[in-house]
Each structure stands twice: as structure tokens, then as C-alpha cells.
């Protein structure tokens, strides 16, 4: 896991190395002076730019362990600390969105397997197929429209994390992902229906209820954790584009300003941030495994 | 024909619609009405009428014209891309499941690296710093999306490695190149087919995304993902100009979505 992240942050550097443009001359520029050519050679020589690409590479890397990973030049702050602002408003955005995504397509999704191929079961998979054919960005566009403009419910854009302003950014995100989620969970009940121990349970003369809640439910949480962590992964990557549409101040936001603005330090922070995020977002569902399956739980103590 | 038609009634109906599709992507020169550049700016965001049937955009350039080239336009990028991903995806799992070894130790630490990496973060870092452009864009996707195609392959030739008709090829003195190209490719080229097939809608949204936000294609051409985002800056002037282009991706990318799916159950009958 560990190789992805240098791998990840190692590519990342490169392109931002091949880039075009002189980070020395647009740090100096940013206050719209002219520099002299000396000037320039001294800031380069400071930012350690006159150095061979791996020794670059490593006094980042050097850096970003000790948690400093340099300053962004448009903001003119640590890399760090817009990485922290943008990233605390991100985790609310994802965190409100899960629970909304859980809250959606779990109860639509067992719905829909148990009543496979009944007038309900063609309806969810029918929002679900349109939930997944649309752009989230329109979806964001649309909502934002109707609900923010025609009827001033919730404001356009929130340059600030207030709780007016995650309701639209949230529902867009949770319409888009409980989508594909409600089909994942159909599809994996629908498996756990068709396994024998069902068949042997209804022998048994159980109810269905009992059978779905005490026998389908707990066997199915393992592979529905798995995709979560994946939705969850994705979400915290910062939804750049839903970000952008409701002016969240997010990181996926602030990672595309810094892409316009071409602030390396802080495009660089991000994308280590992300493969970071992912690989603790990867160890958490690789534990709960082990909590979650007694079959795994035995293994690990002998 | 006739019965295949009549045995695969949803997937020939859904075929239909894509080769609607590509009609208006081709023909789009003599579909659309005016010419999508021409710009006339005592005309802005006129209504809809007879002469503009979806009105005009902030230039005065008529919006039916420009969603009518934006299929083209979306429709060439999109195929390019599920061309080169699905193309480089297949033969990285070729060499790697057929040679084995450091090579694919090598390949596989590569992929095993893209996959548990959020691809669009990535597709939006490299397109961003690469600077915008309908090139780049695919580029950066297909950077981003060639690893799942060369693990489902890596685990196909796996099975195939072992099998008589490759084992008596290579001892027959087969050149190795015949080998992949006779041999294996025929036999992993269904599943590529449907994976890249069902791919198509997802990565036409993912394109429409890069270049919504400004990483794709550049001003004045016209894509659908680009026209959304200069709707989106009059969406109290002239919400209709974000309305069009949604709904063009909407019905395009539901299409494909709908195909892939057939085409899975024609070609793959025992996933359904």
C-alpha cells in the first residue's frame, strides 16, 4: 500500500516538473511586479529549484513526513494548512452524503431483491438507471436551479460551511451514488437469496423476515462494506465538480483553483493527501473484515 | 439475420439507437441547421423559435446546431478513449499474464498502484497541469483507466496459459507473437468487448466532467460537457442553456448504458 502512495506522489512530481512555467517566476509575480533576472535566480536557488529532480523529489518527500510540504503559491499559506481547510469541509460533505446513501438505497435495495421482478423492483431499478445516466454535475445544476433560485430555499453558494449549504451539495451527491449503490445491494441480497442455507431455512418453515434479518443480512454486510469504503473513498477524494457547482469550500474546489492557478506545492499536497486517505480508507475495511467475519476472526488467532 | 433479430429483440432495438447515435455524430454537418461558430451578437439568448428551435447561446450561436456537433465531438473522444484504454489495458494483461515473471510483477505493481488511486483525482491533476485540450484529456483518462482492463485480462490468459491448444502451438515452434495473436487475443477479445462496451456511457460522463471543469475541450467547441458550464454562468438569465446539453449527455449516455447491458447478455449469457 505504501508503494502507492510513493508511486502515486512520485508521478505527480514529475508532471508538475515537465510542467511549463517557472514556480520561482509565478510566486514572484503573484503581487504584479516586475522582478529582475537576479531576483529570480536567488528565489530558485532558496526553493532548492536549481537542483538535480531526485534530490528535489527527496527534500519533498523529506519534507512532507516531517508534515511540511511547502508553501502554495497562490495562497501564500503551508500547503498543510489549506490541505486542512479544504479537507474539513470535504468530511462533512462525504460524512452527511454516506448516511443519506445508507438511508436511500439500503432499505431500496432489499426492497427491490426480495420483490425481484415485481412491479417495485422495476421501479427502483428504473431510478436507479436513470440516477446512474445522469451527469451528478446537472443533477447538482438542476436542484440548485429549483430549489436555490426559483425557490430561494437554500443559498446559491456557500462560501462558508453552514447547514443550509451542504443540504444541496449532499442530496446531489447521495442521488448520484445511492443509484449505484441500491444495485450493488440488490445484486448482492439477490445472491445471498439464492444460497442453499435459504433454501434450507424456508424448509425449516422460518419466516421470511427471520430468514432475511438473521440469515441474508449478516452475510451480506461483508461485500456491501467493501463497496461503501470504495464510495466513501471516492467521496473524500474531493467531488471536484459537485464542489465547484455549489462553491463548496471543499478540497476537490481547491484542488482545481490550484490546478488554474498551477500551484504545484499544493497540487502535490493534495494528490499525497488523497492516495494517503485511500490507504487508511483501504486498512479500515481490511480491519472491519476481520471483526465482521467469525471465519477470518479465527484465522487470525491461530 | 432475421432470427438473431428476433431472438435478441432488446439488444437489436438498443443497436438501433446507437447507430442513430453515430448517424448524427457523422452527419451532423447536413443535420444541423447553422453553422455552430458563427456567432451573431445582436441574437443572444434568444427563446426558442422556428428560425433557432433551442434558441441561442451567449454568443448568438444556435443552440440545436451546436448540441447536434457536440455528439460529434463527444462521441469521437469517447470512442478514442475506450479504444486506447481497453487497446493498452489488453495488452498489458497479455504480456503479463502470458510471460509472467518479473514482467508481470513489474506491470502488476503498476496497476495495482493506478486501481487503488481515485482515477479522477488523477485525470483532473494530469489534464490540469498538461493544460486543456481534447488530446490531453483522453490522455490523462486513459493514464487512469487502463489497469482494470489489464488485470480482467492478466486473469483470462492465466486460465488460457495452460490450455492444450496453446501448449501444442508453442511446441510446434509458434513464433510467440502468433501465439497472442492467434490464439489468445480471439479468446479474451469477448470480455474486452463487453467491459469497453459498458464502460462507454461512464467514460462519456467522465469526459463531459473534465471538461465542465475547464480541462477538457477548450472554447468554441462544441461539447456538451463545455456548453454546461457556460450555461451554468447564466443560469438566472437563461436557465435553458444548462437544460440542453444535460439532457443530450442524459439521453446519449442512457443508450449506451442500455446497449452495454444487451450486448452482455448476448455475448455472455451465463452473467445474467
Known sequence: MLVTVIGVSFLTFCLTYLAPGDPALMLLEAGDTIVSQETIEKTRKEMGLDKPFLVQYGNWVAGAVQ???????????????????????????????????????????IFSAVHQNKLADYLVRIFSFIGVSMPSFWIGLILLYIFGLKLGLFPIA??????????????????????????????VILEELHQDYVTGARARGLSE?????????PNAVLPLITLLGMSVGWLLGGVAVIEMVFSWPGIGNMAVRAITMRDYPLIEGFVLWISIVYMLINFAVDISYSYLDPKLRKGVRA | MKEFVANHKLFSLYTMFVLSVIFVALAAPWLAPMDPYAGDMRNVFLPPSSEHWLG???LGRDMF???????????????????????LGAAVGIASGYFGGRVEMVLMRFADMMLSFPGVVLAIAIAGIMGGSIINTILALVAVSWAKYARLVRSLVIKLRSND????????????????????MPNVLPMVVIT?????????????????????????????????????QYIQTAPLMMVYPGVAIFIVVSIFNLWGDALRDVLDPRQT
Open chain 1, 67 to 109: 508534515g511540511d510540504m511547502g508553501m502554495s503559491y497562490s495562497a501564500k499559506k503551508p500547503v498543510t494548512e489549506k490541505l486542512a481547510e479544504g479537507f474539513a469541509g470535504t468530511l462533512l460533505l462525504a460524512g452527511v452524503t454516506v448516511v443519506l446513501i445508507l438511508l436511500i438505497s439500503i432499505p431500496l435495495g
Open chain 1, 158 to 187: 456557500s462560501a462558508s460551511v453552514t447547514a443550509k449549504g451542504i443540504v444541496l451539495p449532499a442530496v446531489t451527491l447521495a442521488i448520484y451514488q445511492s443509484a449505484k449503490y441500491t444495485r450493488q445491494v440488490r445484486t
Open chain 1, 209 to 217: 423476515g427471520t430468514i432475511l434479518w438473521k440469515h441474508v443480512l
Open chain 2, 165 to 184: 491448444f496453446i501448449v501444442a502451438a508453442r511446441v510446434n515452434g509458434t513464433k510467440t507473437f502468433t501465439i497472442l495473436w492467434r490464439h489468445i
Open chain 2, 65 to 87: 446546431s451546436r448540441l447536434i456537433y457536440g455528439t460529434s465531438t463527444s462521441l469521437f473522444m469517447t470512442i478514442c478513449l475506450v479504444f486506447l484504454t481497453a487497446g
Open chain 2, 196 to 232: 469497453g462496451a459498458m464502460d462507454i456511457g461512464t467514460m462519456m460522463m467522465e469526459i463531459a466532467g473534465l471538461s465542465f471543469l475547464g480541462f477538457g475541450a477548450q472554447p468554441p467547441t462544441p461539447e456538451w460537457g463545455l456548453m454546461l458550464n457556460e450555461g451554468r
Open chain 2, 56 to 58: 441561442t447561446d451567449k
